[in-house]
């Protein structure tokens, strides 16, 4: 109770400062420099982010060319020199592919489903979320009861069906995960949509009146957008994730286009004859991408949270 | 009395909660009825004339809110209807807000939620006028600018969010909000009840500066008698629903009519009357989804008599501009200590 | 007599991002058995992390950095936590502006008294409930028995508040410090509690200390007021003292600015600008930029230009009639 009163003694501005946009972000970037944790994390992606949609500029082999792999390559340790003349860091695949290239590519594969999937789901989750918590009555009971339903099973096991239905490929997949994660996305706008539209500010627009499109849009939106910012970090991770299961159960993408998850898979068959390295460093990738996206959003919530400024 | 600009007549608003579809169920199979309605304003006929400022006073639950809340057209009225000039409000009974009236504005009591804290001031007070045309694009920050001086406030702070201005100040800017609009009528909802007292003085001067120059018409919604009664030219007094009392603000506070008014007035601290024995009304408000039969006021009132219990008291109007809804003025409660009129 | 309760040089501080804030700046004062003294101040004033501090009842990132609190002759702050949970609810207790946060949703309001008694007192259920039944009496609580078989959640606001009340007074502390109580209420309901407080004080002989922004409620209930800006007592007396013949420009500002003793229509004279902010506050007379008669001595703190009786931090203070 005393943070409460704290607040309330600061909030009481005799002139008001100027504040633009620029100082709000210095803020938010105090508080989140906080947490070491946090800032490694944010790194560690940034570093993954450059590696990955820079692949070809940085990885020592295109794994997608054929003509490039060599059949006496296969299979070398990681450190050998392959025939190619250079260092092949984390090894070759079963055929002749440089790991340390794949985890590149495929990293970047999963980023662009990732990230794809979750803007389009968080774009269906608002629509669905705000019209719902907006006009409420028959409207918002439908709505909800389906995004309720699909919360009620396994997001992989939707994505499963709808992959086997649609059939593979990069934008299948990203369908499939929209369809799967846009429940979660929906659940929280109209949480924080609800809450909002019983403010007053929302009545004062509607008195006015504005149109519903602007009340919507400009207003409501707005304001049910921080929580939102940290479901979509978290589901970003959990739609890489996601994929990699898809493509580890052999249902997501070739090896032709090789995302993390079909690393996996394509390694998990030689794990028992030692040649770990296979599996082990797709796997360890996707593990340091999914906490560290996991570690940033955590910190954004901690930032966002309204019980939290001071 | 001139030609009235608003004129409530015979509204109601009845808001119900309908049980679900199991409970209903059982509600069917069991002959219980679990529908619950709140008689939040019940068949109230009031009028405002230009220029006039009339103070809507009462207790929670007396639907003084919801009586602001029908007159501005977000809630659509059970029974009646509201007019401003002849024309209703809401030109759609369905509901649907973007066929309201322009030319009602409302002000609401919590200046920290009634403003988009994501929008500049400048934004905020610019938005509705600009959508309805009432102002050509090239005019519009010379208009806010012009606003925000006209409510105390400097011009330049149209670029500011509003978490950065004091409570006051963000009732200056809401009121400008609704100046933009170049309203008939303002519905102003205990607008100065979350100020501090300094500040609800300087929101108050405002008030009736703006009054002054502006000949605005409004309609004053609080719970605090002195305030009403320094800014309302005519107070109505509502208990449980319904109009108990009207009568212009000085006539109403030298002579009050109705038992509920004179009690109201008798429970009020006032400053420097010193310490003050107290002379509390007994009982409880009594809940709006199960209003007392006959007079609503009758388990609390000391004249009640058996009439009250049974009957519900009509609007009288004991002299010109004044109305009342007791039995003690309109032929006695039935009983010889109460039949004092 | 000795005092109930006596505060000398209480000074409560929060840090913040912008600084440290002295939300409570060098507060003194007493409140004798059977008396009420109402806090008065707007938003920011440092009334209500008064009440907090003297409860000991400030958390991070809020700190009192020095003063006395005593309670019947013993320092609350020279306790250890144990010794000052002791006093809490026996020697001292507290009811606030929204009864929910003493109330629990899910208990009934008997079971809850009873265990309000049973922290301190080592009696039997029976007997607990019995004290519980005499408290909701004695704020005049109509049918008692069948309140303490009650959800919170069934009461109404004034009831609840009353349930507040009498759980502060299960165990008769010699002090109540009650935080804007009735704020939330209809007047109505008000005038009900505001007469029950006052029977307390008298007949009970409790200290009480009600925090408030209402001038009016304090006038017609408090017997002293001290009236609280920017974190300090401007100015303490007797109720009559301070309404009648206030002596801080402040207070008389406060006073002309409620409507109700002006003229229906003229404008209510006002004080200019807005409360302070406590961050960065300047140093000398924290009101001089509002202040009417502010001159340039104001840029130094005033001392006490009034009497003990009727204190005034002012050095233009009003005449005393």
Redesign the interface.
Same mark, same amino acid.
């Given at each position: 109770m005393s943070e409460i009163i704290a607040e309330n003694i600061a909030a009481v501005p005799s002139a008001p400062p100027v504040e633009t946009r620029a100082k709000r972000l210095r803020n938010f970037w105090s508080d989140f420099r906080e947490s070491w944790v946090a800032v490694g994390a944010l790194t560690v992606i940034a570093v993954l982010l450059f590696l990955s949609f820079g692949a070809p500029l940085v990885s020592p082999q295109d794994p997608y060319d054929m003509a490039m792999l060599d059949w006496l390559d296969a299979f070398l340790r990681p450190g050998t020199e392959g025939s190619g003349g250079y260092t092949h860091l984390l090894g070759t695949d079963n055929a002749g592919r440089d790991m340390l290239s794949a985890i590149f590519y495929g990293l970047r594969t999963s980023f662009v489903i990732g990230l794809s999937a979750g803007a389009c789901a968080l774009l269906v989750g608002i629509v669905v979320g705000l019209t719902a918590a907006y006009f409420g009555g028959r409207i918002e009971a439908l709505l909800m009861r389906i995004v309720d339903l699909q919360l009620s099973m396994p997001a992989i096991l939707l994505a499963l069906v709808l992959v086997a239905m649609l059939g593979q490929g990069i934008g299948q997949i990203i369908l499939a995960l929209v369809v799967a994660q846009y429940a979660y996305f929906a659940r929280t706008t109209h949480g924080a949509a609800k809450v909002e539209r019983g403010k007053d500010y929302i009545e004062a627009a509607r008195s006015t009146p504005l149109p519903t499109h602007r009340v919507l849009f400009k207003h409501l939106l707005p304001n049910v957008l921080p929580p939102l910012i940290v479901v979509a970090t978290v589901q970003v991770a959990s739609a890489i994730a996601l994929e990699a299961t898809l493509s580890f159960l052999g249902v997501g993408l070739p090896l032709t286009e090789p995302s993390l998850g079909s690393l996996i898979s394509n390694g998990f068959k030689y794990i028992h004859s030692d040649r770990y390295w296979l599996s082990i460093y797709p796997g360890l990738a996707l593990m340091v991408t999914v906490v560290a996206i996991n570690l940033v959003g955590d910190q954004v919530r901690k930032v966002l949270d309204p019980r939290n400024s001071r | 009395m001139t030609d009235p600009i608003l004129k409530i007549d015979g509204v109601s608003k009845r808001f119900t909660r309908k049980p679900g579809p199991i409970v209903s169920g059982i509600d069917k199979l069991t002959g219980r009825n679990s529908t619950q309605t709140v008689h939040a304003v019940n068949d109230v006929t009031l009028s405002v004339a230009r220029g006039e400022v009339l103070g809507i006073v009462g207790? @929670?639950g007396c639907g003084k809110s919801s009586m602001g809340r029908v007159v @501005?057209? #977000?809630y659509a009225p059970t029974e009646g209807t509201v007019t401003l000039e002849g024309k209703p409000v809401a030109r759609d009974h369905r509901g649907n807000?973007?066929?309201?009236t322009?030319r009602?504005?409302?002000i609401?009591?919590?200046p920290f939620? @009634?403003?988009?804290?994501?929008?500049k001031v400048g934004e905020i007070i610019a938005?509705?006028p600009r959508?309805h045309g009432l102002i050509p694009a090239r005019e519009v920050q010379e208009r806010v600018r012009s606003l925000l001086e006209q409510v105390g406030l400097e011009g330049a702070?149209a670029?500011?969010?509003p978490?950065?201005? @004091?409570?006051?100040?963000r009732q200056r800017v809401?009121i400008a909000?609704a100046l933009a609009?170049q309203p008939d009528l303002l519905v102003l909802d205990e607008a100065v009840a979350s100020l501090?007292?300094?500040?609800?003085?300087?929101v108050?001067?405002l008030f009736?500066?703006l009054r002054r120059e502006l000949d605005l018409t409004a309609l004053f919604i609080s719970?605090d008698?002195?305030?009403v009664?320094?800014?309302c030219d005519r107070v109505a007094i509502m208990y449980l629903g319904r109009v108990v009392e009207t009568a212009p603000?000085?006539e109403l506070y030298a002579k009050p009519l109705h038992p509920y008014t004179e009690?109201?007035f008798?429970?009020?601290?006032?400053?420097?009357?010193?310490?003050?024995r107290?002379?509390?009304?007994?009982g409880? #408000?009594p809940s709006p989804i199960n209003p007392p039969k006959g007079c609503a006021f009758h388990p609390r009132c000391p004249l009640a008599g058996p009439r009250c219990k049974a009957e519900v008291p009509r609007l009288v109007t004991p002299s010109d501009n004044r109305s009342v809804a007791c039995h003690l003025q309109d032929g006695g409660t039935g009983t010889q200590t109460g039949a004092t009129a | 007599m000795s005092a109930a309760l006596e505060v000398k040089g209480l000074t409560t501080q929060f840090s913040t991002r912008k600084g440290a804030v002295t939300a409570v700046n060098d507060v003194s004062f007493s409140v004798q058995p059977g008396r009420i003294l109402g806090l008065v101040g707007e938003s920011g004033s440092g009334k209500s992390v008064t009440g907090f501090s003297i409860m000991g009842l400030i958390d991070e990132p809020g700190r009192i950095i020095g003063g006395q609190v005593m309670v019947q002759g013993a320092d609350m702050r020279k306790m250890s936590t144990e010794e000052q949970r002791k006093m809490r609810g026996r020697a001292v207790s507290m009811v606030f502006q929204d009864p929910m946060m003493t109330l629990n949703p899910v208990l009934r309001v008997g079971d809850q008294m009873a265990m309000a008694v049973r922290v301190h007192d080592k009696v039997n259920k029976a007997a607990a409930w019995e004290r519980a039944r005499e408290a909701l009496e004695i704020v005049g609580i109509p049918a008692p028995r069948e309140r303490l078989q009650a959800y919170p959640h069934q009461l109404s606001g004034g009831m609840r508040q009353r349930v507040a009340i009498a759980t502060a007074l299960l165990h008769r502390p010699a002090v109540i410090i009650a935080d804007e109580p009735t704020t939330a209420l209809d007047v109505s309901i008000q005038g009900q509690i505001l007469a029950e407080v006052r029977r307390l004080a008298d007949d009970i002989g409790t200290a009480i200390v009600w925090v408030t922004h209402d001038l009016a409620v304090v006038s017609s209930l408090a017997d002293d007021i001290a009236v609280m800006y920017a974190g300090r007592i401007v100015e303490s007396g007797t109720a009559e003292q301070v309404i009648a013949n206030p002596r801080h420009p402040y207070t008389r500002g406060l006073i002309d600015s409620v409507p109700g003793l002006h003229e229906p229509g003229q404008d209510l004279p006002q004080i200019p600008g807005s409360t302070p902010q406590l961050v960065n506050l300047p140093s000398g007379c924290p009101f001089r930029s509002r202040c009417p008669r502010a001159t340039d001595i104001c840029a130094s703190f005033p001392h006490n230009t009034g009497t003990e009786a009727h204190s005034v931090l002012c050095h233009h203070p009003l005449e005393a009639t």
């Open positions: - | 207790e @929670s @501005s057209g #977000i807000v973007e066929k309201l322009t009602v504005q409302m609401h009591q919590d939620a @009634s403003l988009n804290p994501r929008m938005e509705g959508i702070y670029n500011r969010l978490h950065q201005f @004091s409570g006051g100040q809401a909000r609009m501090d007292v300094s500040i609800q003085a300087q108050l001067n009736m500066k719970h008698l002195s305030v009664r320094h800014v603000a000085d009690a109201l008798g429970s009020v601290p006032t400053l420097g009357t010193g310490r003050a107290f002379h509390p009304i007994k409880e #408000i | -």
